[in-house]
C-alpha cells in the first residue's frame, strides 16, 4: 500500500470531501432510516387539530416520547398520525388529548396509555379531546353573561 503522500491529492481530497458531506446527510437524515431508531406508528382522530402540527411532541405523562409524523383532514375529523419510540406501551383503551404547551402557544400530543391489551388501528374520537381554545372561552364568556342580569 503506497502512502498518501505518494497518491493523487486531487483524488484523496474529492475521497474525503465525498465522505464527510455523506456523512453529515446521514447524521441530518437518520430518523427517516427505517432501521436505525424507529418508532412505532400510531393514529388518533380528533374534532379538530387545534394548531397541532406535524413535527409536535408527543408525551407520556410529561416525558417526551416521540413526535407528529402528520396532521390530515380525513372526512369531518382529523387524523394525527404520530410515532412513540421506545418501549411504551399503549393498550387498547388509549387516549390522547391536544395541549397547549407554552404562553405561545406550542401544542404537543399527549398521550394516555389506558388498557392491557394493544391498541389496534386509530384511537377513536370518543377517546380524544380537542384543546380550548380562546374562541371557545370567549364563547363560554358571552353565554355566562347573558345569563346574568
Known amino acids: 500500500m503506497r502512502p498518501f503522500v505518494e497518491r493523487n491529492k486531487i483524488v484523496v481530497g474529492a475521497t474525503g470531501v465525498a465522505l464527510t458531506i455523506s456523512a453529515v446527510l446521514g447524521v441530518l437524515n437518520s430518523h427517516r432510516i427505517p432501521f436505525i431508531g424507529s418508532g412505532t406508528a400510531h393514529s388518533a382522530y380528533f374534532a379538530e387539530a387545534g394548531g397541532l402540527t406535524s413535527g409536535a411532541a408527543v408525551q407520556v405523562s410529561g416525558y417526551q416520547v416521540g413526535s407528529v409524523t402528520g ?59 380537542s384543546p380550548y381554545e380562546l374562541g371557545d372561552v370567549l364563547g363560554d364568556l358571552a353565554t355566562t353573561i347573558q345569563q346574568t342580569n
Not at 390530515?72 to 419510540?85: I, N, P, Q
Request: net charge negative; aromatic share 4%; hydrophobic share 35%.
Open 71 to 129: 396532521v390530515d383532514l380525513d372526512g369531518d375529523r382529523v387524523r394525527v398520525d404520530f410515532e412513540v419510540k421506545g418501549d411504551v406501551h399503549l393498550g387498547e383503551w388509549t387516549e390522547a388529548v391536544i395541549r397547549t404547551k407554552s404562553l405561545l402557544g406550542a401544542k404537543v400530543l399527549d398521550v394516555l396509555p389506558r388498557g392491557d391489551g394493544d391498541l389496534s388501528g386509530p384511537i377513536p374520537l370518543d377517546n380524544t379531546t
